[in-house]
């Protein structure tokens, strides 16, 4: 894979006014501060599994918004190095591309982009990321098989005449610089607004273990230097039956990205600027609400390399955009114990790249979606949700139209108070996922042109056991969910190597995946435990002998994250740990990745005045690097580095300390 460079200039976008997305967001979750952090989905009427993560409330100190939800039950997510650095997650065994990603309402992962890199996400003080695991609402889109992420970028939820001010200052290691700013201030009954700004800095240059090195040896990484300075508006009005919100991004980052350690590059660079504005409107009325949505978000992209692996095919550079523009028309009536909740969707996604037949390559989609709620009782809550979307892919270059598709997705589920704090909940239902304008045409520099693509589907279920309560008169509480969940997925699309410094999609036909969830949040006293398992079964269920019955490859059967808090007056003391099982890194599983296990420790003070002190150390014993049997039948090994799927080395032992200052003004 070719990628990576250093870079030591920035060029961002400054926050701008915009305008955009979702009031009125039902239900608005007002957490109790003396809570444990949410694990799991609080209250009935639940359409998904899902969890909640925010910035600042975790035991951890969250680097970027991938480092905020790793720790949440059924999310795994893949790294190229340090934390900052490009990050996909993949959820109950499924790809990063079929994850859908959206900000304030609005979709960021697309027929252009179907990996997100979450890294590039900025992280502002109160942001909010919420994980649906394989089915989410039909209202929140369709094209995807591995669930939602969910983010809204600041919380707007202030008594009229309060503001809320915070700042978060962190160094770290690897030339690591973190500041986060949001001010958020209740202007009068009717109108809220919120601003924030995030910038980011590192060098990464961390040492690994150099196998191929005479002689072998640490080696400092080259080429991973990267910058990024994002910042966010929001605008809340309130006008009588009116709601309206207005949202706008700009974002700016470079990279470099210094690729495996086994063909480390030195000369190529990756530059990425976002804007987004969007607007919605919802009027509420004696049976339901009338809503109308609108956005345009326009990503650009540069790659270059002007030393590549292969001198013969010389410097390599592609620019691209992206611009996607949506509205939506919806409707929510309650009809007694009967909510419908009924969307009209129209997108259109045009792709702009060269040197690459994507140049000019768009997509037209139209989407119906119904969400329906039934309670029959106090105790029982059923839904139900349907969406069918036709996409239309054309060239308007000249090229010819790829036929018309309708891909349907539907799934039912309910929930069952079983008694004071315990519920069943499940689902089941059906997927699609059409392939991207990447994975068909590639992009003339990365991945490979793949014409002929079929869309994935997939037959998925889950179901599980939530419980709430407290003991001794409330001096110990505890929140649990345990989950089980399978799918079965055909015309699978899986991204191989393909030749020197490419990547490739492809249909790999059916793979199955089943697993189960557990997580954990407990107080006992001034101790508080959180904890996250997934166990994953993956299988290749192609008719292909080398691949068929094999694990899928990148997937880990086990994964568990656990943390310990102690609260002692104004300190807080914390130890973790994640433990990763032993991974296949290819489809043959000839290459395994060995199971790993890193611990974290931490602190934070109360300064008093609105201020406290974090340290954190992460990877606490250095784990760095992992033996690689070479010949069974001698028992040598050699000692390769610690890293992903795709072979970029890990950190070992990182450090933080940060600076929080939080203000509330009250009215």
Known sequence: MRLGRPVTTLLALAPFLGVTAAVGRANAEVEDEEAPPLLVVQGSAAPAFSSTAREGQGPRDAADAASLIEDQPGVHVRRQGAEGGFATVSIRGNASNQVAVTFAGVPLTGAADPSLDLASLPLWPGAALRVHRTFAPAAFGGGYLGGVVAIEPLELSLRAGSARTEVYDAYGSFGSYRLRASDVRALSDEVRVGSGVAYARWDGDFRYWDPNRVPAGDHARENAEGAQLAGVTQVRVEHGAWSVIAT???????????????????????????ELVALEARRRDDDGRWLARAFIRREGRTFGDDAPLDPVAGARHVRGSVLDGGVTLGRSHALGPLTLDARLEFELERAQTAPSQLDGYQRARVGVAVDATLKPSARLTLIAAARADLRDDADPSGGTATPRELLPAAHVGGELLLGEGLSLAAHG???????????????????????????????????????????????????????????????????????????????????????????????????????????????????????????????????????????????????????????????AALQIEPSRLTHDIGARVRLGGGLTLLGEVRNLFDQRTRPVLLSSATGETVTYPISDFLGYPMPGRRFTIALRWSTQAAP
């Open 248 to 274: 706008g991004l700009a974002q700016g980052r470079r990279d470099g990205v210094p690729g495996p350690f086994e063909a480390p590059t030195r000369g190529a660079s990756l530059a990425r600027d976002r």
């Open 429 to 587: 239902g059906a997927l699609a996922r059409p392939p991207s304008f990447l994975e068909l045409l590639g992009d003339g520099g990365v991945y490979a042109e793949s014409p002929g693509l079929r869309s994935e589907r997939s037959l998925g279920a889950d179901a599980g056991l939530r419980a709430r309560f407290a003991l001794f008169g409330g001096r110990a509480r505890f929140e649990a969910e345990l989950t089980g969940f399978a799918a079965h997925t055909t015309d699978f699309i899986v991204v191989t190597s393909h030749g020197l410094g490419t990547l490739k999609a492809v249909n790999v036909g059916a793979v199955r995946t089943a697993g189960a969830e557990a997580t954990l949040a407990a107080t006992f006293g001034p101790l508080r435990l959180l904890g996250s398992y997934t166990a994953l079964y993956s299988r290749d269920a192609t008719d292909e002998p080398s691949y068929r019955g094999r694990p899928l490859p990148g997937r880990a059967p086990h994964d568990l994250t656990a943390d310990a808090t102690v609260t002692l007056g104004r300190l807080a003391l914390h130890y973790g740990f994640d433990f990763v099982a032993a991974t296949p890194l290819d489809r």
